[in-house]
């Protein structure tokens, strides 16, 4: 006669699976995926343009820490080529930033957070 009721596998549904060892999991791996973030906020992502004449730092909270122009790229005649070169920069930098948090935080391998 079949059991009425309850959840197939008798132990509450997770096929025998400790509800204790599955919450000390997520524990872990959610003091991992803070560690990670907080490692990956404070390191620093370097882009350059123009073969080196801008240089751009930013954190890996996506701040911009720093712009280095040469003196021999300003040209007050082609501001907009200048322009042009810092947004590349920062763009490239911070395209740089998105790649680390992919690769650090995909490897907890959870759905819906990449």
Known sequence: MAKRG????G?????????????????????????????LANKEFE??????????????????????????VVDPEDVEMLEDLILTCVNEALRKV????AAELGKFNIPGLM
Not at 26 to 37: L, N, P, R, T
Not at 57 to 63: L, P, R, Y
């Open 98 to 101: 998105d790649s680390a948090q």
């Open 6 to 9: 309850g959840f197939p596998g």
């Open 47 to 72: 882009s350059s343009a123009g073969g080196g004449a801008i240089q751009v730092k930013v954190s890996g909270e996506k701040s911009i820490k720093e712009i280095k122009i040469k003196p021999e």
């Open 11 to 39: 132990m509450g549904g997770f096929g025998g699976m400790n509800l204790n060892h599955l919450m000390k999991e997520a524990k872990k791996m959610q003091a991992d995926m803070e560690k990670s973030q907080t490692e």
